[in-house]
């Protein structure tokens, strides 16, 4: 049996009274890209924010086995947040400088070789605030992958790349879970899902509503692509229907 | 049809909720955005009050003990105080406020107006301050009569302090192909802020009398001998008004960048490649903190210990003969208080963390080990400091053990330090949203944990007459309330 990346156990995040995430479980095994997919405010965002202590939570969260979200477990982590989570003064090249330095590891192969096939390098001296969306995203990428990371946290990772560096991405996805990385995985784009998640959670209201390989998902609802079991999970199909005749 | 001040006060909200929680900035959302909502809503109201409680306070309180005159500098650094606190903010509002422009444009928002909207907006942030320091200063003028000190302080004041806001935008909202000159430029930016900081130390020291005449001829000063004839009633209306006319043309200059703004940071920078340059991870810490508060817009925080530091030096030089005869006063009263007010600087080096808080976050950084930078800064920037101290207490033949003090004097700053760490951590938490009131209760705090040990260095050195045993209690004192709050903050 494959170890265990990621446990969350009954995981309850509130903002003042409302309930963002509500008793959520879920584990990820190593060698596993679980996706978390949701409608927009389901709580993907909140669930990734706490395994990484970055909001109040109730509930257990073991990461690699080495227990709560803390600055120790951070070392073996690469994060993509939603908005990119970058230090928008220093430069590209400071930034991956900073982020070596303070891991204690830093491989300039594989910095350069991830720069390269990202095309950030004549972008590597100027600072990060003067970057386009897209490029910024690519910096946070490069950062979150340069330690090659047990566990990979990407909160919509997608977001304002390109074809091609969307490409590359999943394709170093696939090459970390291939060397037995994990990788948890928030996005509301089902194609993307379906290609390349090897479990799947649908989450909504913060809870979880159905779990399972892409295969049991659609089983489950019984339906013939994700897109349509997500919708039947989340009861949206009848509501789209009805929204669409009264317009 | 819209109505530019509906408009106008609707970007006014986004700017006050963008400036108060940093959000954008910070990446982190408030944990309870209705309460970070009303809190900045009422942010200015409470410091309006507040201040203009404290300024009323003071002018009557001067007029009263038969110095009308300090009323003018007690209204005027109040009254600046007031109007800069409260639009400050507004600097990292403006620092991604480009996209208000651009929504703006698409709910068909008539470009032509969006000046009215941008000037309407900024003077938004500041209009509850200034009309409470004007009513306040007018009301205690025609109370007591005679020159209108505290009321023209006040009006110059609160023109400075319009100017000074809108050079903090202005600073910081626009690229430059020579960066290094641009830190330059934001670091020198704080010299009104330093200058009224002087002034305030200054206040209860002096009287017209016992002032060099020519004082009356500069600005400001100038206030102080406005009751002393026509002349220099007129010289003060001059002043006045040309401070007016400063305020007005910077004011009209910042507006029309607050809604344009879409980096605070310098964008033509281009060097050759060069390799990757890894360090340790103290080492790297101290870099960062470094080079971002150097390339944001607080850059000017830097300035402030240093100004103090030459402004003490030239008392010091005035009155050498007071060091001689009254060491202790003298490291009490300027080398000591320095390293207090170098607290600041650890301050603003978290706040450049604002920005970017997430990416600490998300990086095996604990916040001891944050702290831990800082810590090296703040007491490697109080040694810089203090060495002149210590060379002009030689200077002046002071005992050599009255350098045992200064040697030991950075103990608060080190607790004050550990204590702004743990307001970070909250501020961050709370999504950078915390309340004025809070805010206020963390500064008595802060003040509290320096002048405990300092107030055990006073007592002790008055019973046993020796630096030696009043700096250890003073170090020993500190260095317990940093351990206090280090493992408080390693809980968090």
Redesign the interface.
């Known amino acids: 049996m494959a170890d265990s990346a990621l446990e969350v156990t009954k995981l309850t995040v509130k903002?003042?009274e409302r309930v963002a995430v509500n008793e959520l479980s879920f584990s990820i095994k190593s060698g596993e890209i679980y996706g978390l997919l949701g409608p927009n405010g389901a709580g993907k965002s909140s669930t990734i924010k706490s395994v990484?202590?970055?909001?109040?939570y109730a509930g257990g969260i073991d990461i690699l086995g080495m227990g709560p979200p803390?600055?120790?477990?951070?070392?073996s982590?690469g994060?993509v947040?939603e908005?990119p989570?970058?230090?928008?003064?220093?430069?590209p090249?400071?930034f991956?400088?900073?982020?070596?330095?303070?891991?204690?590891s830093?491989d300039?192969k594989r910095?350069e070789a991830l720069v390269e096939a990202f095309e950030l390098?004549e972008y590597?001296?100027?600072?990060i605030?003067?970057l386009s969306a897209g490029n910024k995203q690519k910096v946070a990428v490069v950062s979150a992958m340069m330690h090659r990371p047990k566990l990979l946290l990407l909160d919509e990772p997608f977001n304002a790349l390109d074809v091609k560096s969307v490409r590359i991405m999943k394709g170093l996805i696939q090459k970390h879970v291939d060397d037995g990385g994990a990788v948890l995985f928030s996005t509301h784009i089902m194609e993307v899902a379906e290609k390349i998640c090897t479990r799947i959670g649908i989450i909504n209201a913060g809870k979880i509503m159905a779990e399972g390989t892409l295969q049991e998902i659609e089983e489950q609802a019984n339906a013939g692509n994700l897109e349509d079991a997500f919708l039947k999970t989340i009861h949206a199909d009848e509501q789209i229907k009805s929204l669409l005749e009264g317009l | 049809m819209y109505s530019v001040r509906k408009v106008a006060s609707t970007v006014y909200k986004e700017l006050l909720f963008q400036g108060y929680t940093a959000s954008r900035l910070s990446g982190m959302r408030p944990s309870n955005s209705r309460s970070a909502i009303r809190a900045s809503k009422w942010n200015k109201v409470i410091l309006s009050v507040t201040y203009g409680g404290i300024l009323a306070a003071m002018s009557v309180i001067s007029y009263i003990i038969g110095r009308p005159y300090s009323s003018s500098l007690e209204a005027f650094v109040w009254s600046f105080f007031m109007v800069t606190i409260s639009s400050l903010n507004l600097s990292f509002a403006t620092q991604q406020s480009g996209y208000i422009k651009d929504l703006l444009l698409t709910l068909s928002v008539n470009e032509g107006d969006f000046s009215r909207i941008a000037t309407l907006s900024f003077f938004m942030t500041m209009d509850f301050p200034v009309y409470s320091a004007i009513v306040v200063t007018a009301i205690i003028s025609l109370l007591f009569g005679g020159f209108p000190y505290s009321f023209m302080g006040s009006v110059q004041g609160i023109a400075i302090g319009i100017a000074t806001s809108s050079v903090f935008v202005i600073v910081g909202s626009k690229g430059s192909s020579r960066p290094r000159l641009r830190s330059i430029f934001r670091v020198v930016s704080i010299l009104p802020l330093m200058v009224v900081v002087m002034f305030s130390s200054f206040i209860m020291e002096i009287s017209p009398a016992g002032m060099n005449h020519a004082l009356s001829l500069l600005p400001v000063t100038s206030t102080f001998f406005g009751g002393e004839g026509m002349i220099y009633a007129i010289v003060t209306l001059i002043y006045t008004a040309a401070f007016i006319v400063l305020a007005l043309l910077l004011f009209l200059r910042a507006s029309g960048l607050i809604l344009s703004t879409q980096e605070i940071f310098v964008t033509l920078r281009r060097k050759a490649s060069r390799s990757f340059n890894i360090r340790g991870s103290i080492g790297a810490l101290l870099r960062v903190d470094m080079v971002q508060s150097f390339r944001s817009r607080i850059a000017g925080i830097w300035a402030l210990p240093f100004g103090y530091l030459i402004a003490a030096i030239a008392s010091a030089f005035s009155n050498g003969s007071y060091i001689s005869s009254n060491t202790f006063m003298f490291i009490v009263s300027y080398p000591l208080i320095l390293g207090i007010m170098l607290s600041f600087l650890p301050y603003a080096l978290y706040l450049s963390e604002i920005r970017g808080a997430i990416a600490f976050r998300i990086l095996p950084i604990s916040p001891i080990r944050n702290l831990l930078s800082k810590e090296v800064i703040a007491v490697a920037v109080y040694y810089v400091a203090e060495v002149p101290m210590m060379a002009l207490l030689l200077f002046y033949r002071a005992s050599a053990l009255s350098l045992v003090p200064l040697l030991l004097g950075f103990g608060p700053l080190f607790a004050s330090t550990a204590f702004m760490a743990i307001f970070f951590e909250k501020t961050v938490k709370e999504g950078g949203a915390l309340s004025t009131l809070y805010t206020i209760v963390y500064g008595i705090v802060t003040l509290i944990i320096d002048a405990i040990p300092l107030g055990a260095f006073i007592i002790i050195y008055i019973l046993m007459h020796s630096y030696i045993y009043p700096s250890l209690v003073m170090l020993v004192i500190s260095l317990v309330e940093a351990a206090v709050m280090m493992i408080s903050l390693s809980k968090k």
């Not at chain 1, 990484?52 to 109040?56: A, D, T």
């Open positions: 903002y003042a990484l202590g970055l909001v109040k803390s600055s120790r477990v951070m070392n982590i994060v947040m908005t989570a970058l230090l928008e003064a220093l430069t090249r400071e991956f400088e900073f982020a070596g330095s303070v891991r204690g830093f300039q910095v390098g590597m001296d100027m600072p605030a003067s």
